[in-house]
């Protein structure tokens, strides 16, 4: 979800059972999911299989070790397909296309609202809102029902991309992308949710990959998208144009899905059965923590401003973990699913591989506007082809994995591609050159060994997950990738932003500190201040902002290593077939 933030080749199908009819058991809905052809062993550290009896993707009924049917299929929802799942694509194009359209435009945006100091938040107030919402939606549609759940989606996805189109300040803005994150967090679990509900375990593999290429189109078009309507009729067009088309989403839906009501309780009880405090600690530990970071590198790290929210979040986060184990009566983040050993490697290392990932995502492409002077739309172009490496590892890997039955060397693999990615970002961003084929290459290897990690660790939680927990498990997944990806962007913008406040310091004592502190401050606001400076004065402040791109890879790598070490506990399990 890759430029791969989130693939949806692996959401969250819900935290419950599909809404498959009065005679579906609880076996055949957690069976369904498990549409991979994995087995689950009673024990052992190394994955062997105990017994496989038969094949579960040619549709035979097995019996793992537990005694579960993988085969479960119950019966389907009739509903017009053809007219259905268009509507569904179209919802998933959006979403994929939110992820990476501010890639190449928040430098545009941060600058014509005068605070390009904090554009961070543009991105990190959209997967704040995404981050709690996402694995909220499999409750929240088993208490209200799917169709209702995803009207409500496309409606506040719309709002929210109007909202930032209108918004007038950068508080506006980061409000509505907050509002559209909340949106777009169901429009991407209810997608795979209702086709789970749908189709056959046996096609349900193909409706995945017509949902992995509508989702791989979305993401390959956000960035050149943005950046090419920045530059032409405005950045505030990349947003409100989306409103139409997830209005013509939501009519599709509502004219086409028609569902059976199979909870008649008042809606006062099932608004009782939303795990509200859960999903507020854990927005307050997120928010928290991004404030303290961002207040850190523009206000000083000293401030209470800063301390306080720093000291804070970590306590809400344990709060959090402790309301998830202890008090929700319906969590959506179990303690024994999170806290299993092996699912927890898997969670760290997608934790951590999200984060440096999205990260250079992020901060590259100001680089290639402040370092390099170019436009948005350029900018935008040079994710293609990183782009296509990320979706080649991404299909790749399943496509090994199809074959061999292994996943763990395909992570490990992966995520030492992406550590290793950040060596020729470094040099060629100023370190011992300024290259654009090095940037890219280093890009390409970043987005190859990310693709293919991401896909893989999706394995490796369902692999070992038990067959009743597997939604659940898939959802904490997209929960930890969401963290990941608010928490990278948010340290790696904070060193940057440090960094370049010390260079352009040092770098501009030259007319004075008044004047050095005033070109100083107007840059860190808009990249277009620049372009107004002399020569010599504009040459010196990019280089200030290719040291700082530099400086910002620190906490990069730091976090890829973190991930490659996380691998080392991922628990091996051979894949049945």
Not at 323 to 343: K, S, T
Request: glycine letters at 10%; hydrophobic letters at 50%; one cysteine or more.
């Amino acid at each position: 979800m890759a430029a791969t933030p989130m693939p949806a080749e692996g959401l969250p199908s819900g935290e419950a059972a599909p809404l498959l009819g009065p005679n579906a058991s609880a076996d055949s809905d957690a069976a369904q999911v498990r549409s991979n052809g994995t087995f689950t062993d009673s024990g052992g550290d190394n994955g062997h299989v105990d017994a496989v009896t038969g094949d579960v993707e040619a549709g035979q009924d097995v019996d793992d070790a537990n005694g579960h049917t993988p085969n479960g299929d119950g019966p389907k929802l009739k509903v017009n397909k053809a007219a259905l799942l268009p509507a569904l694509a179209i919802g998933i194009f959006l979403v994929a296309l939110d992820q990476t359209l501010t890639i190449a435009t928040y430098g545009k945006m941060g600058s014509d609202l005068y605070a390009l100091n904090s554009t961070s938040w543009i991105a990190t107030s959209y997967f704040l809102t995404l981050t709690t919402f996402q694995p909220l939606y499999g409750k929240l549609s088993d208490i209200f029902g799917r169709k209702e759940c995803l009207l409500f989606a496309y409606t506040l996805f719309g709002i929210g991309c109007l909202g930032c189109g209108l918004a007038q300040d950068v508080v506006q803005l980061c409000v509505a992308r907050a509002v559209a994150g909340i949106g777009g967090g169901g429009m991407n679990a209810l997608v795979s949710i209702l086709v789970t509900d749908l189709v056959s375990l046996r096609d349900r593999g193909v409706w995945q990959g017509y949902i992995n290429i509508v989702y791989a189109t979305g993401v390959a078009a956000g960035a050149p998208i943005g950046g090419l309507m920045a530059d032409s009729v405005g950045w505030r067009w990349a947003f409100a144009g989306q409103c139409p088309i997830a209005l013509l989403a939501f009519i599709a839906v509502f004219s086409v899905l028609h569902l059976p009501r199979t909870d008649h309780a008042h809606w006062s009880t099932k608004v009782l059965r939303i795990d509200f405090l859960g999903a507020f600690t854990l927005v307050s530990a997120v928010f928290l923590l991004l404030f303290g970071l961002d207040n850190g590198s523009n206000a000083g790290w000293s401030q209470r401003i800063t301390v306080v929210p720093l000291a804070l979040a970590p306590l809400l986060f344990a709060v959090f973990v402790l309301v998830e184990v202890r008090v929700a009566a319906e969590p959506f983040a179990p303690g024994h699913v999170i806290l299993d050993a092996p699912l927890l490697a898997a969670y760290s290392a997608n934790f951590f591989g999200v984060a440096a990932h999205m990260a250079v995502l992020f901060f590259i492409a100001l680089f290639f506007q402040a370092a390099m002077g170019w436009n948005a739309a350029q900018s935008g172009l040079m994710f293609l082809p990183s782009t296509a490496f990320g979706l080649a590892g991404s299909l790749g890997g399943g496509v090994i994995m199809r074959r061999t039955g292994r996943y763990y060397w395909l992570t490990f693999v992966g995520y030492v591609f992406l550590l290793l990615s950040v060596a020729p970002l470094v040099a060629f961003t100023g370190f011992l050159s300024m290259s654009v084929a090095g940037v890219i290459v280093g890009l390409s290897l970043l987005s190859l060994g990310a693709g293919t990690s991401i896909t893989t660790t999706l394995i490796a939680i369902i692999a070992n997950a038990s067959p009743d927990d597997t939604a659940v498990a898939i959802a904490c997944s997209y929960l930890f990738r969401s963290l990941g990806t608010t928490l990278g962007i948010s340290i790696s913008t904070a060193v940057l932003q440090q960094t370049l406040r010390t260079q352009l310091a040092s770098n501009l004592s030259d007319g004075g500190p008044g004047r050095a502190r005033e070109i100083e401050d107007r840059v860190r606001l808009s990249l277009d201040y620049i372009r107004s400076l002399e020569p010599d004065v504009a040459a010196a402040v990019r280089r200030c902002y290719a040291v700082a791109t530099q400086a910002a890879f620190v906490p990069v790598a730091v976090l890829a290593a973190l991930a490659v070490v996380s691998t080392l506990f991922i628990r091996e399990r051979k894949l049945g077939r």
